[in-house]
């Protein structure tokens, strides 16, 4: 039965065959009235079609249409809105989403019939093929994103992709270095080539690419301070100093009378390298504080696998690289130190996220503290 609606509303209507239609007017031409028809399986779903298109009428942008497919509005996407707006190795991860994932499952369907349930499938289906959770649910979002763009653009009505909820990813567990752990693994790595760059990632909390990508000019060890201001990442076959992630990122830390002398004796090898490279020596213009004997960026894999092959001799659990931040950050909630120092050192954008990542260690400063004052009211010593 059809629902009539008022003047260039349109009409919604079930056919005999069961689908369902809308029909809005799209103008004149020579006299007479055009139309145009979307049509689908349920009524929400040609309605929303509708609703998208009067939307692109009323604003002046073209209307999706059939010949719009999800890989055509997925490539205009990243070339026309995503390249002056993201960071290069973010940009490569999601134009590998796009051209790896995305397109090649959802690609050939029309732009404005694309479903909740195709996207649902598409989740599915990567699940089923061995992605980890975490993964799809960074391929949702991007897939969000670029639907929240073509809304913006008139494109559609909706955002299908809100419609579906991602896969549930579990926080791993942190269990990382207990102090008497990393003083057994710092004896363990004591004159080892990266020795310098765990030790920094230990004591000051840093990121790998945050560590690998200091520069001398970055460190000033009269005053006993180091500033974050870059990360060094490797993609699209050479290595890059990016900015930090986030502007919270960019941070100065105080160093520890240890940490200068480590930066110090750091120095004297690496003039020592220059020295006996001779021409060989890759003098690059970044200035880096960790390089191979040629001068040349360290590659974080060889680091890590360095790492943990110290962990496995001295008979230590297995680490990720990024645990020794955890443990750093496990250290100063555990001595007490306030929430927000916490959250500068390790140069988090938002309080939360520091008091979610080490709620496990803050449970035992929180009983130290309780403890702390009934032994104040009690007169317990």
């Known amino acids: 039965m059809s629902k009539r609606r008022g003047d260039g509303e349109g009409s919604v209507y079930r056919r005999k065959d069961g689908r369902w239609v809308a029909t809005i007017s799209v103008g004149y031409e020579n006299g007479k009235r055009n139309r145009k028809s979307f049509y689908g399986q349920s009524e929400r779903e040609v309605i929303a079609q509708k609703t998208s298109a009067l939307r692109s009428l009323q604003q002046g942008v073209p209307m999706a249409d059939d ?9 205009r996407w990243l070339d026309e809105s995503l390249r002056s707006t993201l960071r290069p190795r973010t940009l490569v991860s999601y134009e590998m989403i796009v051209r790896r994932h995305l397109i090649p499952m959802l690609g050939r369907t029309s732009l404005a019939k694309l479903s909740p349930e195709a996207v649902q499938r598409y989740m599915n289906g990567k699940i089923e093929s061995g992605l980890s959770a975490r993964t799809v649910q960074y391929h949702h979002a991007v897939l969000r994103r670029a639907l929240n763009q073509a809304m913006r653009w008139g494109s559609v009505a909706r955002n299908v992709a809100s419609l579906v909820s991602p896969p549930r990813v579990r926080r791993p567990e942190v269990l990382p270095l207990s102090p008497a752990q990393a003083r057994q693994f710092l004896d363990a790595a004591s004159g080892d080539r990266f020795e310098p760059v765990y030790t920094l990632a230990l004591t000051l909390g840093l990121r790998q690419g945050e560590v690998l990508g200091l520069a001398w000019r970055d ?22 100093l990016d900015e930090p992630k986030t502007e919270r990122s960019r941070r100065t830390i105080g160093l520890p009378e240890q940490v200068i002398g480590v930066l110090q004796d750091r120095r004297r090898r690496q003039l ?9 020596w890759n003098d690059n213009e970044w200035g880096l504080v960790f390089t191979t004997e040629a001068g040349n960026p360290l590659y974080g894999g060889a680091v890590t696998r360095r790492f943990q092959t110290i962990l496995k001799a001295s008979g230590l659990p297995r680490q990720k690289f990024h645990d020794l931040r955890h443990a750093c950050a496990s250290f100063m909630v555990a001595q007490h130190v306030p929430m927000r120092v916490v959250m500068e050192i390790l140069g988090h954008s938002q309080i939360h996220v520091t008091m979610n990542t080490y709620a496990h260690v803050m449970d035992d400063a929180q009983r130290d503290a309780t403890e702390r004052v009934s032994a104040t009211i009690f007169g317990v010593s």
Do not use: C, M, N, W
């Open 272 to 280: 020592e390298d220059h020295l006996k490279a001779g021409p060989a």
């Open 67 to 75: 010949s719009t497919t999800v890989e055509k509005f997925l490539l």
């Open 219 to 240: 460190i000033d060890l009269d005053e006993g301070k180091l500033s974050v201001r870059h990360t060094l990442q490797r993609y699209s076959g050479s290595y890059h």
